[in-house]
């Protein structure tokens, strides 16, 4: 059967060349590019991945409006689109360090938007400055994730706490393949992971190694170094968070687990779910050695994910494509 704009069910959005790497080496198979429609600029990866067709695409930009756009028209040229997943890095919003160090967000783990204490999974910030404060304004929770997926992710839920599900398998079989993109791409190991006190910034260069580690904070060691899945709220905004105090106060007054900078552009009218994979801690200690890593564990929960949701229940669910022509 020939594959056209009509064939194609899920939309998945990255950022970073690292994050559509990691999306694309995950495909079961790839498909031939479709011949391009007017008034469509967007780059497109095709394929089937978990028996579902999937639209890669890649605005290419950070913000909330590149991605705003990129999606309206990927809807528009694939109307069976029934939903999305934004899948890439984020910055964590590390709690102060708990007794099981497997409840601690850590470099190369994932945190997936979920819905609780009545918001949606995704909380959209404005983050401006006034006479020398920084001014946080709360502009919307944004809507839930379509049923579809929520289903999903209490099943997949029990299969990883039970130790079943491909997540850890995916991401080996993505780390040792040879792809430019995805050089060292390896777990870079626990030397790497410095979570410093929220009241000691950055000193100098790309990395920490000039960082005081007598101001790290003290963690327990988990017993494997392998990923781990965090379900929480996602704080989306329009500038990068550098600040550990800013962090801590969003993390405190809301309950916020990760930082990122395009979902909000989406979610109302784009009905998905977004998956972060933990590169940094959203504080002034920021450097890339985890991204490669943490973009492969964020694309290896999506794909499991869809291995739980059957094709039917995604025909079933409807597309967005009408409510976007409309607007």
């Given at each position: 059967?020939?594959?056209?704009?009509?064939?194609?069910?899920?939309?998945?959005?990255?950022?970073?060349?690292?994050?559509?790497?990691?999306?694309?080496a995950?495909?079961?198979?790839?498909?031939?590019?479709?011949?391009?429609?007017?008034?469509?600029?967007?780059?497109?990866?095709?394929?089937?991945?978990?028996?579902?067709?999937v639209?890669?695409?890649?605005?290419?930009e950070?913000?909330t409006?590149?991605?705003?756009?990129?999606?309206?028209?990927?809807?528009?040229?694939?109307?069976?689109?029934?939903?999305?997943?934004?899948?890439?890095?984020?910055?964590?919003?590390?709690?102060?360090p708990?007794?099981?160090?497997?409840?601690?967000?850590?470099?190369?783990d994932?945190v997936?938007?979920?819905?609780?204490?009545?918001?949606?999974?995704?909380l959209?910030?404005?983050?401006?400055?006034?006479?020398?404060?920084?001014?946080?304004?709360?502009?919307?929770?944004?809507n839930?994730?379509?049923?579809?997926?929520?289903?999903?992710?209490?099943?997949?839920?029990?299969?990883?706490?039970?130790?079943?599900?491909?997540?850890?398998?995916?991401?080996?079989?993505?780390?040792?393949?040879?792809?430019?993109?995805?050089?060292?791409?390896?777990?870079?190991?626990?030397?790497?992971?410095?979570?410093?006190?929220?009241?000691?910034?950055?000193?100098?260069?790309?990395?920490?190694?000039?960082?005081?580690?007598?101001?790290?904070?003290?963690?327990?060691?988990?017993?494997?170094?392998?990923?781990?899945?965090?379900?929480?709220?996602?704080?989306?905004?329009?500038?990068?968070?550098?600040?550990?105090?800013h962090?801590?106060e969003l993390?405190?007054?809301?309950?916020?687990?990760?930082?990122?900078?395009?979902?909000?552009?989406?979610m109302?009218?784009?009905?998905?779910?977004?998956?972060?994979?933990?590169?940094?801690?959203?504080?002034?200690?920021?450097?890339?050695?985890?991204?490669?890593?943490?973009?492969?564990?964020?694309?290896?929960?999506?794909?499991?994910?869809?291995?739980?949701?059957?094709?039917?229940?995604?025909?079933?669910?409807?597309?967005?494509?009408?409510?976007?022509?409309?607007?």
């Open positions: 059967r020939e594959l056209t704009y009509d064939s194609y069910t899920v939309g998945w959005v990255c950022v970073l060349l690292s994050e559509l790497c990691a999306a694309r995950l495909l079961d198979e790839e498909h031939e590019p479709l011949p391009p429609k007017d008034n469509d600029d967007n780059s497109y990866l095709l394929g089937k991945m978990a028996k579902h067709n639209v890669i695409v890649f605005p290419g950070y913000g409006n590149a991605a705003a756009q990129t999606v309206a028209n990927t809807i528009r040229t694939f109307p069976n689109i029934r939903f999305g997943l934004m899948v890439g890095v984020g910055g964590g919003a590390p709690k102060p708990h007794s099981d160090p497997r409840k601690d967000i850590r470099l190369g994932v997936v938007s979920c819905p609780m204490d009545g918001h949606g999974g995704v959209q910030y404005d983050m401006g400055k006034w006479a020398d404060e920084v001014k946080f304004t709360i502009k919307s929770h944004l839930k994730p379509p049923q579809v997926l929520l289903k999903a992710i209490k099943r997949l839920q029990l299969d990883h706490g039970f130790g079943k599900g491909k997540m850890w398998t995916d991401i080996d079989q993505v780390v040792n393949l040879d792809v430019p993109a995805l050089e060292d791409a390896g777990y870079p190991g626990l030397q790497h992971d410095q979570l410093f006190r929220s009241d000691y910034q950055h000193s100098t260069g790309e990395n920490c190694s000039s960082c005081d580690v007598t101001r790290m904070e003290e963690r327990g060691v988990r017993k494997s170094t392998r990923s781990l899945v965090h379900y929480g709220l996602i704080a989306s905004g329009n500038a990068v968070m550098r600040s550990s105090v962090r801590d993390r405190d007054t809301w309950g916020v687990s990760c930082f990122e900078m395009e979902a909000a552009g989406l109302d009218t784009f009905p998905c779910l977004i998956i972060r994979g933990i590169c940094d801690y959203s504080d002034s200690h920021k450097h890339k050695i985890w991204q490669s890593y943490a973009a492969i564990a964020a694309a290896a929960y999506a794909k499991d994910l869809l291995r739980i949701i059957h094709p039917k229940e995604v025909e079933t669910t409807p597309p967005p494509s009408k409510f976007i022509m409309k607007s």
